[in-house]
């Protein structure tokens, strides 16, 4: 189900639709908490109770979250 811009997640507030493939949605909001722009995945309900996914999408964030590096984008 895509996400509208002014949805609210938590601190987040959707801003709009980057993209979209097989893990998922990603789109641009507002953290709140932080004042600063990120990128916010979603994934569909049926990958909560596939452990493999769940393990595959934790990894993806653990080694999008090491990155510091010049050349990498920052939203």
Do not use: W
């Given at each position: 189900?895509?996400?509208?811009a002014?949805?609210?997640l938590?601190?987040?507030?959707v801003?709009?639709a980057?993209?979209a493939?097989?893990m998922g949605?990603?789109?641009r909001a ?5 004042n600063?722009e990120?990128?916010?995945k979603v994934?569909?309900a ?10 595959r999408f934790e990894q993806?964030?653990?080694?999008a979250?090491?990155?510091n590096?010049?050349?990498s984008c920052?939203?």
């Amino acid at each position: 189900m895509p996400l509208s811009a002014g949805t609210n997640l938590g601190p987040y507030e959707v801003t709009a639709a980057i993209g979209a493939g097989g893990m998922g949605e990603v789109y641009r909001a507002r953290d709140s908490r932080l004042n600063r722009e990120v990128a916010i995945k979603v994934l569909p309900a049926s990958f909560s109770s596939d452990a493999e996914r769940l393990h595959r999408f934790e990894q993806e964030a653990l080694a999008a979250a090491a990155l510091n590096h010049q050349c990498s984008c920052r939203l």
